[in-house]
């Protein structure tokens, strides 16, 4: 296990469509995070599990986006109906248990929307 | 609201300066902070956090509640530090807000 892996690491879509990426955490991390950044700003919560249970959710995520842990290891998240303001870097993150773990960072999923 | 602000969104020191990245949060509570650094081409990880009261690569950060800041600081910058660094707060909840970063230019 070399580290949390994301996938796809970039992808281009037309407005309207929708997307997927996934996410594996670091195996034995009950903890994962979604983020987002774009070009100037730091990472912007989305979204936490612990385990299967989404426990936290920003209210940046619109109806449209969803995520999704079904067995507490890997995690998807899907955006509907892509807007150009979704063009963005999506990072993943895991950490273990404990009162204030540290953070393992994927390498991001990069969303071009036309 | 929690907020982190970082008010330099570049920082340009020579060899051997010292160096102090700055870091200011809003947070009525106790928080939980952080600096992580993001090389290039490779992913953001964990430089250090108030809670360890640790110095990784010789740098430290020092938790002021009476200016609601924590710091950065290096006495003597070497150009393998020149990076992308976040400061991040967590307050309460499971939610991590980071500033807007900060480019540390080590110049030779």
Known sequence: DTGVSQDPRHKITKRGQNVTFRCDPISEHNRLYWYRQTLGQGPEFLTYFQNEAQLEK????SDRFSAERPKGSFSTLEIQRTEQGDSAMYLCASSSRGPVPN???????????L | AQRVTQPEKLLSVFKG????????YSYSGSPELFWYVQYSRQRLQLLLRHISRESIKGFTADLNKGET??????????EEVSAMYYCALRGGTYKYIF???????VLA
Not at chain 1, 58 to 61: A, K, Q
Not at chain 1, 103 to 113: C, D, E, K, N
Not at chain 2, 99 to 105: I, S, Y
């Open chain 2, 17 to 24: 300066a010292p160096v102090e990245l700055k870091c200011n």
């Open chain 2, 99 to 105: 500033g807007t970063g900060t480019r540390l230019k």
């Open chain 1, 103 to 113: 953070q393992y960072f994927g390498a991001g999923t990069r969303l071009s929307v």
């Open chain 2, 69 to 78: 800041s924590f710091h950065l600081k290096k006495p003597f910058a070497l």
């Open chain 1, 58 to 61: 920003s209210r940046l995520l």
